[in-house]
Every structure is written in C-alpha cells, then in structure tokens.
C-alpha cells in the first residue's frame, strides 16, 4: 500500500533534507572556503563567509612544499588495493554464508563485525613487530593487506545482505545447467550482484581513503598517503588554519568527486535490504 | 651465457646502486612549526654540501610522538633522526635508544648550548639530543589595556598584581578579557601551565618517596587562584582553550595579557597576523615570592635512534641545523627574528639579534628555568613542566582531564584534587614506585 504525500509535505521534507544537508557540507565547505584565506583571515572574527580578499597562496605554499601526487598516487593504491582484494576474498565468503549458511552462520557474521569495535591501538605493537619483521615498514603492500584486513568485515557484511535478496533457484537452475561452483560465481552470482558490488568497493574505497591510524602509523617516506599529506599541516603550537585547509582540501577532492559522481550507487549500497 | 652475465652486472649494479642511495639518505620526523619547516627549505644548502639527501616526515606534534615512540621502542629502525623534546630525551637516553651525541666537531662549539638546555637533553652528563630550539613561557601583554587600566607592569610580576591587572583590563561589552590561559586537558596542553604555575605556589607533583602530592594545601591553593582569576577575567570556554585558541584571540585584541610558551612572541608581533603587534610588552612570568618563577622550560631537539645505519650522517646533519652557521644563514635569509630561538648563548650576545623586542625577555625566562631544581620543595624527578619518567604522560593526561572538568564547572577543586591523588598514588604503585 502506498501512502499519499500531499504536496505541501513533500516541500517541507525537500527543505527539510536540504537544511540537514547543508549543515552536514557545512565543515566541508567552511574548509575550503578557508583554503582561500590568508591566515589572518582564518580566525577573523566575527568570521569572514564570502567578503574577503580571495587568494590562492596556500595551495601555492602546499605545492612548493609537500610532493602532492606522490601522496595521491599511495591514497589511490592504498585504497583501490585494499578494495579489489578485500571483494576478491568476500566474495566467496558472502556467498557461502548467504546461499549454504550453517548454524553458526549469524555467530560468525556477528563475529567479525566484533572484530571492528576492538581498539586499533591496541594492537599497534603486535602488528608494527610483524611488519618490522617482514619488512613491510612504510611499503604500500603492507598497508594494502592491513586495510583489507580492517574492511573485510564490513565487505562481507554488506555482500552478504545483497546477496540474501537474490533468489537461490537461480544459482540451483546454474548448478543444474552444470555449472561448476567457480562458474556459478564467476558467471552467474557477480553479474547479478554487480550493483551491490559497486557500491561495497566505493564504500569502502572511501573508509580505506580516509584511513588514518594505520596509514599514519605504519608509513614514513614512501608508502605515506594522502592522510599522512594532511597530518604534516596540523599544528598544535601554530596557526597554520588556511594551510591545512587548502592540504585538506587538496586531499578530499578527488574523493569528493568520485562520490559526487557515484552518489546513486552509494545510496543504494546503503540502503538496500531497509526497504522491502 | 652472455644474456646472463649481462643480467647479474645489471642486478650487481642496481643493488650497489641502490645501497648507495640509501646510504646517502637520511629520513628525518620532525614537528610543523615554523622553524622546523623553514629548516626544510634550506635542507639543499646542506645536500649541496654534504651529497646527504634529507626525506622529510613532518607530523603533528601528538602523532609524531606516538610515531617515533613506537619505532624507538620496537627498533623499527625507519628513522635516521627523530625531533624529540626534554621530556623523551632523558628518558631515551637513559635506555640506550639513542646515540650519544659526543665527539661533536670543535667548530660546532657544543660549550655554545645554552647550559639550561644542554642540562635539559642529557642523562648522566651526556649530551643525546642537540637543541634546534627552546622556549619557556612568559607573560606577553598589551601595554595600551595596561595603560588604560592605570597599572605599570614589572619585569617580574606577582601573580597577585596579574590577578588584579587582569580584571582591571576586563571589559567584557568590547569583549576583552583580562587574561588568557591554557585549560585545554593533555599534558603537553593545560597540565603544561598549569604544572609550571603551580611550581610558583610551592606544588609538586611528588615528594622525594614518589608519593603524590595532590592532597597537599599548595596544589588547592593554585587551582582555587586560577579558577577564581579566570572566571572572573577569562575568557568563556576556556577550559578548552589551548595555545592556538589563545594566540587567535590575542591577535585579535581580545586579550590583556597571555602567559605561554616565549615562541608566541614572533607571531603576536607580526603585523601580518596580529592586529594589537605595536602594542605588545613582555615580562617574566608571575610568581608568589616564593622563590620560584612560573615558567617552563621546552626544547625541540634532534636525537638518532640507537640502530641507524647512517649513524656519521645523522650527525653531520645535526651539526648542521644546530649550528651557529645555520643561524646566520637564516639571519641573511630572513632577519634576526626569524632564527631559530632559544639554543645557543652567541645568538644573545649576538648585538644584531639584541635589537629583536622579545629577545631579552626569551633569554631572562629560559635562564630563571632550572629543569633540575623546578619547584620550591626538594623534588626526585627532572623537568618544570612534567616529571621526566615514563609514567608521567599517562598519569598527567588524565589528571589535566579532571582539572578541565572543574575549569568547565563539571565538578569541585577538591573533587579533582581527591581523583588525581587516587589516580596518581593507583598509577605509581602500578609501576613500582
């Protein structure tokens, strides 16, 4: 049964979404505004919105002293890395849980997302000997395997309840048609689950970009990325706000533009499975 | 045959190479101030020089320690040199993290290190860390407020006339406040000042057995004083104000006076960020006739970890950026008021550098500093504003949480007083005090 909106309501919750939605940009655009501000600018007050000499000298700044592509160029390996492989490995793990759970099935689901409310600190030492051990300080590949780590309980989850909403006759009628289990997969789960997949890998192409323990942590020259990029900007003894917007912004664009440009897949990514 | 020859000199060649390029490059952590970064842009000078390349790792000051702690500690071995401050340095050394910096060439003129921070940056007489800047704390004021207000500020004030100064330059309808001080919670933060003004009340944080001393008449004395001053001349929120959010509303004219780290003094009186710079005076910080003053004593230093492999490099580079040289070099550059302060004694018998407003006052608080001797009872540990033992960042952290709480009105001093004492004795007792 679907319910009538009258038109006035419908105006309200436009407006409604548009003010929310505005205060959620808000910090995001105050930092960019700021990103055009002399320092003095940053912290007039009362602070300036629009009516103030515009200037881009902090980008030039950031440019001349930080390698910017070099920064970009790890974010993007970091984070595509860590996605592919992360999808590669939930894949299967999302499809035994949803087409042939056991009993346990909910305990392990319930298990993994545990894993997620452990404190990154806390195993800081432990990992930071390993990676000393295999040499993966500061190299892109162990920050590849770290993040995948992080992020596979949330891929598996997300994959599992996409996968829970297609028919399991269509994968028996494959089977029956003598598919092999990796062809079932290959050529008849994936292509189906394609929307979901695609949201699963920008979702977490965003959380692995905005990473920031571990990359900060784990990184020194080569494998840095972009978060460690922002983090040589923050000073706590300094005020260096218009210089850390404009790093900050440098580092938010393309992931701004990517999830401008990828917004109805990530929407429904997320809201898929909330309404039947 | 030959393809495979051919194959093992080029593998041969590329490691050499590759050995050599690594042996020639050293990996530097440092903090984002304006002197570490300023030092960076001249790091071709020393290239030029040396065939050294220098990658940088610039973090901010919190990360950076966590950073350089974990890779210390698990001999991580990513860095080459680490900036560390006064109180890592004693504590490293004494574990044997890091190289000791002796054998330093006689031009770099070790004797030159202001002997307060060369006392600051050793362990048993050992130098392990070479200053590229120090700074203690001191009041900066606006002479044109003082002035207004009917009151002459000494060169060394009581806390008392700061306290009556301070609600004589309130006015709180042209949003001025008296004063502005630190009461953002962490350690390095609002337990920093607070901590160094409580030295100035006969405060300590332990007695000579380790005991705390939170139960004791002088710790209540300091907080009652702070907390009654500042709601009556502080600004609102200030329970959550740190250095930046203080120097942001002193260059806006909206404080009479800031007592913080002598560093400030550079930006307060920079036109181009400060809009009260003409109308900025110094003094020593406040003290209660009690014998000691209520500043700190903070360098930012560079150290090598114990188990670099470019050991004679990391020692060249240092000479370099902490040397008299380094200086001048600036000093050409970019003026006396832009060099690194607060390290060496020739910079303030240098005449040029005596004509810089802020240069006396810098000097008179490092020297009133002794980081041995830091409050009016005897006292076991090292440092003004912390105690030099491993403990002490955990424990002062949460104790500055609970002194924020009473400056947010959350609870009670006496309230903060008993936690901090439970917390404290619990803490010590833990870690075999």
């Known amino acids: ?44 007050s009362p602070p300036l919105f629009l009516n103030f000499n515009w200037t881009l000298e902090n980008y030039a700044i950031v440019q001349e002293r930080s390698d910017y592509m070099r920064f970009l160029w790890n974010s993007v390996i970091i984070a595509g890395g860590s996605t592919i492989l992360g999808v590669i490995i939930a894949v299967p793990a999302a499809w035994a ?73 269509i994968l028996e009628a494959a089977r029956m ?100 | 045959m030959y393809l495979r020859n051919a194959l093992r000199a080029a593998t041969a060649m590329t490691l050499v190479a590759t050995a050599a390029a690594h042996a020639d490059t050293l990996t530097i952590a440092t903090v984002n101030n304006g002197d570490m970064i300023r030092m960076q842009g001249y790091t071709d000078k020393f290239t030029e020089a040396t065939g050294i390349d220098v990658e940088w790792v610039t973090l901010e000051e919190n990360v950076l320690r966590q950073r350089v702690t974990t890779d210390i500690t698990t001999k991580g071995g990513t860095f080459d040199i680490m900036t560390i401050g006064m109180y890592e340095t004693p504590i490293w050394g004494a574990n044997g993290w890091l190289v000791p910096l002796d054998g330093l060439s006689e031009e770099y003129d070790v004797g030159d290190i202001l002997p307060a921070m060369a006392g600051g940056l050793s362990h048993d007489g050992t130098l392990f860390a070479a200053p590229f800047y120090g700074e203690s704390s001191m009041i900066m004021y606006r002479t044109d407020l003082m002035e207004k207000a009917g009151m002459e500020m000494p060169e060394a004030p009581s806390w008392q006339f700061i306290k009556e100064a301070a609600a004589a330059m309130t006015d709180r309808d042209a949003e001025i406040n008296g004063i502005c001080l630190r009461g953002k919670a962490g350690w390095g933060e609002g337990g920093a000042f607070i901590t160094a003004m409580s030295n100035s009340f006969g405060a300590r944080w332990f007695d000579e057995e380790w005991k705390p001393q939170f139960d004791q008449p002088e710790w209540a004395d300091t907080l009652n004083f702070y907390v009654e001053m500042m709601n009556e001349s502080g600004p609102a929120g200030y329970a959550t104000n740190g250095f930046n959010e203080n120097l942001s509303l002193f260059q806006q004219g909206k404080c009479g006076m800031w007592i913080d780290a002598t560093v400030a003094a550079s930006f307060v009186t920079n036109p181009d960020d400060s809009t009260v710079a003409d109308h900025v005076g110094f003094a020593l910080a406040p003290d209660t006739g009690l014998g000691k003053r209520s500043n700190w004593l903070w360098a930012w230093a560079l150290a090598i970890p114990a188990g670099t492999q470019q050991e004679d490099a990391a020692k060249q580079f240092i000479e370099w950026a902490t040397s008299k040289d380094y200086i ?32 006396k006052m810098t000097l008179d608080s490092i020297l009133s500093a002794d980081p041995n001797s830091p409050t009016v009872k005897p006292v076991p540990y090292v440092g003004i504003q912390f105690a030099a033992i491993p403990e002490f960042a955990g424990i002062a952290t949460q104790v500055s949480q609970e002194f924020s709480a009473v400056y947010a009105g959350q609870q009670t001093v006496e309230e903060a007083l008993a936690k901090a004492q439970a917390f404290t004795a619990e803490e010590m007792e833990a870690a075999g005090y």
Do not use: C, H
Request: charged share 15%; glycine share 6%.
């Open chain 1, 1 to 44: 049964m679907t319910r009538s909106v009258t038109p006035r309501r419908k105006t309200l919750n436009t407006a409604l979404a548009w003010v929310i939605g505005l205060l959620i940009f808000f910090p995001i655009l105050w930092t960019i505004l700021t990103s055009f501000k002399t320092e003095a600018q940053a912290i007039a």
């Open chain 1, 177 to 276: 048609d003598g598919a092999s289990l990796k062809e079932e997969i290959l050529y008849v789960l994936t292509p189906m689950a394609i929307p979901g997949i695609a949201s699963t890998v920008l979702l977490n192409f965003i959380l692995a970009w905005n990473e920031a323990f571990w990359t900060l942590n784990l990184t020194a020259v080569d494998a840095a990325p972009l978060t460690a990029f922002i983090a040589s900007y923050s000073s706590p003894e300094g005020l260096f706000f218009a210089k850390l917007s404009a790093a900050s912004t440098m580092a938010i664009a393309p992931i701004l533009i990517l999830g401008w440009f990828s917004q109805k897949q990530l929407v429904r990514g997320l809201t898929f499975g909330a309404v039947k």
């Open chain 2, 328 to 359: 001048e070099l600036v000093a050409e550059s970019e003026g006396w008021a832009n060099v690194p302060p607060g390290a060496r004694t020739s910079l303030y018998e240098n005449p040029e550098y005596q004509k810089v407003p802020f240069a």
């Open chain 1, 97 to 169: 849980m949803a087409f042939v759970p056991s009993k346990r099935t909910k305990d392990i689901l319930l298990w993994m997302l545990s894993t997620k409310m452990l404190p990154a600190v806390g195993v800081l030492y432990p990992i930071y000997l390993v990676f000393i051990r295999l040499g993966l300080l500061d190299t892109r590949g162990g920050l590849v395997v770290v993040l995948m780590l992080i992020n596979l309980p949330i891929i598996v989850w997300m994959l599992y309840t996409y996968f829970r909403e297609i028919p399991g006759e």
